[in-house]
């Protein structure tokens, strides 16, 4: 079956543009969670929605960064007058219900930001 | 705030060796995964912890979670160069907001020399 999916997979963006990445969750998870990793890092929480509502920002380095998901499946992470230290992969995940002990995030393959 | 640590960062072994990677974690949490990651790909999961003393094994990775001790361990037998890769624990609290979330270590990268 289809998993998560993400575009671009590489997206290379000049200091100041603005960049939109978008993830596809798995059909009919509720749960949807931003991460961003760093070269030789762990994955670093972004932000969730359960369903449209975005429940969790905390994680957002900046105001440069916003998240959306108005329909409650497909999401995007917008970023506004990239930075050098926006140069990372940014990983996507869904999961099927909100706080059961089933509970499991799917990755997508994660888009790869260079800002140069 | 959370804090999740895994030595070693680096390991390198022979093939057909043994050894552990360990993972420490600072409040408590009674969920723990164990996720691969192949140079250049995403995460593929490997192990979800849900009690203490829970033990999973595939194949050659055993994965161990000890909660009043806060560790996590990831045994690899016999290694074989398939297993290179990076390996990331991961621990799952419920947020302020009252979503789960995880928090990564900073992941061992993994190489099986022949």
């Known amino acids: 079956g289809a998993g998560v999916s993400q575009s671009p997979r590489y997206k290379v963006a000049k200091r100041g543009q603005d960049v939109a990445l978008r993830c596809d969750p798995i059909s009919g998870h509720v749960s949807l969670f931003w991460y961003q990793q760093a070269l030789g890092q762990g994955p670093e929480f972004l932000t969730y929605f359960q369903n449209e509502a975005q429940l969790d920002k905390s994680g957002l380095p900046s105001d440069r960064f916003f998240a959306e998901r108005p329909e409650g499946s497909v999401s995007t992470l917008k970023i506004q007058r990239t930075q050098q230290e926006d140069s990372a992969v940014y990983l996507c995940a869904s999961s099927l219900a909100y706080r059961t002990k089933l509970y499991e995030q799917y990755f997508g393959p994660g888009t790869r930001l260079t800002v140069t | 705030e959370l804090k999740v640590e895994q030595n070693p960062l680096f390991l390198s072994m022979q093939e057909g060796k043994n050894y552990t990677i360990y993972c420490n974690y600072s409040?408590?949490?009674?969920?723990l995964y164990w996720y691969r990651q192949d140079p250049g790909k995403s995460l593929e999961s490997l192990f979800v912890l849900l009690s203490n003393g829970a033990v999973k094994q595939e194949g050659r990775l055993m994965a161990s979670l000890d909660t009043k001790a806060r560790l996590s361990t990831l045994h690899i037998t016999a290694a074989v160069h398939d297993l290179s890769a990076t390996y990331f624990c991961?621990?799952?609290?419920?947020?302020?907001?009252?979503?789960?979330?995880?928090?990564f270590g900073t992941g061992t990268r993994l190489t099986i020399i022949p």
């Open positions: 409040t408590t949490s009674d969920r």
């Open positions: 991961a621990v799952d609290q419920i947020s302020n907001f009252g979503n789960e979330k995880l928090t």
